[in-house]
């Protein structure tokens, strides 16, 4: 457990410290292949990453844009920061975007090195003609990984990420036989210069490129330091989400280094219960969606036992004791615990809202559910709820070096736009003084774009997206995210997205809820045909609605047979439903 506060200047002291503090503990465990695990320490993957960055300094990188994409690997974060510490300008993409889209985006930020996962060779070699701007394309491949370099460097445009290695070991030899003072210096960081070039989610056309410095992702770090100080080198953070995710870098892949955790890397979506069980985390980093299919397949599976009253009168018990100063949560639910591999003590959630009851549940038995909100501009953390703390519906405080105000349209409105200041906040977008003048305030503040408020206290509370807001027949602003969250507690319910619909006659507007349904669940209670199943959601739906204001009503259900579109990182695209 690390209690040192650290103030982090820049990204490469982050590796130094931890391999100076923590150099024969384990930094990375991931699954090579299907039955071989691979172990790194901070030591190994210290001067892993010195050779690469030496590797990248001598292809030239300074100055120029690296693109990384693929799944979450070991390669993918020494590129991320190999790239910043040569001088260069990392570019991570979502290798779930579309084909024109990736090579549009690598065409946009004039990229001069790829760095790839071996599944998009043959779409390279086929539109090499469409980026120009590219020398060099860098395969990775998790299954051939090794920290040992091979015999020769091959000098060629595709290359292996083992070839560039090779290059970097035999200059990282001549670099520690060399006492030239003016050899390399990898603490020789402009933190002030672009570093992060991200690519907001949206389609090529409505994209943003938000430019980020070493400050800013430093400055996340540091606050994060305080917040995560109960963590320590006995901890495991696995990791789900996608690196190219600010969230899931910010928290999952750059924060362990400061209390030398070790990071476990997933085998993808499909196999996170199968990870879960081998990895035994005390800490996963999650999107709402994620917890709340943990939170209904453990419902569900109580129920199917028989044990939904046991649960209850547990829960109860603990409480009890608690009042008294006596934890027995751990004990009380250990089957449950063991669902997560017995050691699960923390989730981080952020990225979207989340049901308070998921929160109150995972608290009850024993599981801490900390809230965090950030965004990609502010690199991008701006409150998060410390892991000693319980909030069941706040989003946290701001960090320490974050300023947060709300900006009302209204002098009667009980909320309104979040605003931050701190050195976490953006450059601006790429190419876009537009667009970066549009989301300043006259004195330099960032407009996030959601709405919320501050209570008494310091928390922030998400009431919605701005882009998102319904505006009801009676003028009155209607968050969907609100009602989806009524909504997702139906166990008829796997997904719901709420929109509003205007009529062209009238002009009034209706609040539509397009449910996904869970057919497990329906099938489980004897609804086996659109319409038994479109009767018993209405009817729950109907009932919710007395719990809500009368403008906030869903008036229509609609019945949805595929599962909504998302982003990697899980996030329905709500654009796409109308």
């Known amino acids: 457990m690390s209690k040192e506060k650290f103030e982090l200047k820049n990204l490469y002291e982050l590796v130094d410290r931890a391999n100076n503090l923590f150099g024969d503990k384990t930094a990375f465990r991931f699954n090579r292949t299907k039955d071989e695990e691979i172990s790194i320490t901070y030591n190994e993957y210290y001067h892993y990453v010195r050779k690469l960055t030496l590797a990248m300094n001598k292809i030239g990188v300074k100055d120029q844009k690296v693109v990384v994409m693929g799944e979450t690997s070991v390669q993918w974060i020494a590129t991320y920061m190999a790239t910043v510490f040569a001088g260069g300008i990392i570019v991570p993409l979502d290798p779930g975007l579309l084909h024109e889209e990736l090579i549009n985006f690598?065409?946009?930020?004039?990229?001069?090195?790829?760095?790839?996962?071996?599944?998009?060779?043959?779409?390279?070699?086929?539109?090499?003609?469409?980026?120009?701007?590219?020398?060099?394309?860098?395969?990775?491949?998790?299954?051939?990984?090794?920290?040992?370099?091979?015999e020769e460097y091959i000098d060629e445009k595709y290359i292996s990420y083992r070839s560039l290695l090779t290059m970097g070991d035999k200059l990282y030899e001549e670099y520690n036989e060399s006492a030239d003072e003016g050899k390399f210096d990898f603490n020789d960081q402009d933190t002030e210069k672009l570093s992060v070039l991200l690519f907001t989610s949206g389609t090529t056309g409505t994209s943003?490129?938000?430019?980020?410095?070493?400050?800013?992702?430093?400055?996340?770090?540091?606050?994060?330091?305080?917040?995560?100080s109960v963590?320590?080198?006995?901890?495991?953070?696995?990791?789900?989400?996608?690196?190219?995710?600010?969230?899931?870098?910010?928290?999952?892949?750059?924060?362990?280094?400061?209390?030398?955790?070790?990071?476990?890397?997933?085998?993808?979506?499909?196999?996170?219960?199968?990870?879960?069980?081998?990895?035994?985390?005390?800490?996963?980093?999650?999107?709402?969606?994620?917890?709340?299919?943990?939170?209904?397949?453990?419902?569900?599976?109580?129920?199917?036992?028989?044990?939904?009253?046991?649960?209850?009168?547990?829960?109860?018990?603990?409480?009890?004791?608690?009042?008294?100063?006596?934890?027995?949560?751990?004990?009380?639910?250990?089957?449950?615990?063991?669902?997560?591999?017995?050691?699960?003590?923390?989730?981080?959630?952020?990225?979207?809202?989340?049901?308070?009851?998921?929160?109150?549940?995972?608290?009850?038995?024993?599981?801490?559910?900390?809230?965090?909100?950030?965004?990609?501009?502010?690199?991008?953390?701006?409150?998060?709820?410390?892991?000693?703390?319980?909030?069941?519906?706040?989003?946290?405080?701001?960090?320490?070096?974050?300023?947060?105000?709300?900006?009302?349209?209204?002098?009667?409105?009980?909320?309104?736009?979040?605003?931050?200041?701190?050195?976490?906040?953006?450059?601006?977008?790429?190419?876009?003084?537009?667009?970066?003048?549009?989301?300043?305030?006259?004195?330099?503040?960032?407009?996030?774009?959601?709405?919320?408020?501050?209570?008494?206290?310091?928390?922030?509370?998400?009431?919605?997206?701005?882009?998102?807001?319904?505006?009801?027949s009676n003028g009155k602003n209607v968050f969907p995210e609100e009602i989806e969250e009524y909504i997702e507690t139906i166990p008829y319910v796997s997904e719901v997205v709420v929109v509003g619909r205007e009529c062209e006659k009238t002009g009034d507007v209706t609040i539509v809820a397009v449910v996904v349904p869970n057919l497990e669940e329906c099938d489980a209670h004897g609804l086996h045909d659109d319409e038994t199943i479109y009767e018993a959601i209405n009817h729950a739906v109907h009932d919710l609605n007395q719990k809500l204001e009368s403008f906030k009503h869903v008036g229509v259900v609609e019945l949805r047979h595929e599962p909504f579109e998302k982003t990697a990182s899980r996030k329905i695209k709500r654009f796409l439903v109308k």
């Open 106 to 150: 690598i065409k946009l930020s004039e990229a001069k090195v790829v760095v790839y996962s071996n599944t998009f060779e043959a779409l390279f070699k086929e539109h090499e003609a469409e980026m120009p701007s590219v020398e060099k394309f860098v395969m990775t491949n998790k299954a051939l990984f090794t920290l040992e370099p091979d």
């Open 208 to 228: 943003k490129g938000v430019m980020l410095n070493q400050r800013n992702v430093c400055a996340v770090e540091n606050d994060i330091h305080p917040v995560f």
């Open 231 to 472: 963590l320590g080198t006995d901890d495991l953070i696995l990791s789900v989400l996608p690196p190219h995710h600010t969230y899931e870098l910010a928290t999952t892949m750059l924060a362990p280094f400061m209390f030398g955790a070790t990071i476990a890397i997933s085998d993808g979506i499909k196999y996170v219960v199968k990870n879960i069980k081998q990895y035994k985390p005390t800490v996963m980093t999650l999107v709402p969606l994620f917890a709340s299919t943990f939170y209904k397949t453990i419902k569900k599976n109580v129920e199917k036992q028989g044990k939904t009253k046991k649960l209850k009168t547990g829960m109860k018990i603990s409480k009890l004791l608690r009042t008294f100063g006596i934890d027995m949560r751990r004990k009380l639910f250990k089957d449950l615990h063991e669902v997560f591999g017995g050691r699960l003590q923390y989730l981080i959630v952020g990225g979207a809202a989340l049901n308070p009851e998921i929160v109150d549940f995972f608290h009850a038995i024993g599981i801490q559910m900390s809230q965090g909100y950030g965004i990609t501009e502010c690199a991008p953390l701006i409150s998060v709820v410390p892991l000693d703390k319980y909030n069941r519906s706040s989003c946290g405080k701001p960090m320490d070096g974050v300023s947060v105000r709300i900006e009302k349209e209204r002098e009667e409105d009980n909320y309104g736009e979040i605003v931050v200041t701190g050195k976490n906040v953006m450059l601006g977008y790429y190419n876009r003084p537009d667009l970066t003048a549009e989301v300043m305030t006259d004195d330099g503040w960032f407009r996030t774009g959601d709405y919320g408020y501050i209570d008494k206290k310091g928390y922030i509370y998400i009431t919605g997206r701005k882009k998102n807001i319904i505006i009801a």
